[in-house]
């Protein structure tokens, strides 16, 4: 009996398109060893390997799921899988890898920069006529008005910082910090924030931002 030759293409447009695929996955232990199976990529055919072999093959990703197998005597191509059943799906290293360096970088930004943009966006968003808001307004105020080009600073907390509220929809806020650059590497600095607080458009802004002497 002459022994089967079977071909494998990973190339649909080689081979005519297929009909309905009703199969069902056949075991390995129901296929002979000796055969003989030929593989088409990137329009080279290689072989003969045998059916271990070809297991490794779709199963380390050398060839795709998607490859498709005839034999002679079949009357349509079927895909490679209802001959040697895919156990797993193979894992691309690379993206793995990178995506993992990203995801590395990305963590190192977050942990650096985090807290400046979250403090700075809690400056820009304050909604309501409280010591908090004050607070956080006259920073974003200080920030913008009262801090060198060039020069961050670190401010103290809400709890070390004297805010006044008025009747008119206004606060006084003496705010203390550390300024760092400029002429010196740091320098403790206060800083006196007049607000006003407009309860139509729900919003701070400074009147007027001034260093106070030490």
Known sequence: ???LHFVVTTAQ???PRPRALLLAPLPLHSMNFDEAFYVHVQGEQKGPYTLRHLDHLLNS???PAETLYWAEGMEQWL???QLVPLRHKPRNW????VLG????VLAAFLAFFGPTI???WRERTQRQYNESGAYWSARGAVRSDGVPTGSVVQFDSIDSTQVLL???NGANVRLGGILIGGAKDSTRMTWSAKMAFNPLRSEWSATEVQVVPE
Request: hydrophobic share 55%; net charge positive.
């Open 1 to 3: 009996m002459r022994p």
């Open 13 to 15: 447009f080689l081979i």
């Open 94 to 97: 690379k993206k793995l890898i």
């Open 79 to 81: 895909p490679v899988t």
């Open 61 to 63: 990703g050398l060839i």
């Open 118 to 120: 979250a403090d700075g």
């Open 101 to 104: 360096a990203v995801l590395v």
């Open 166 to 168: 008025d009747q008119k």
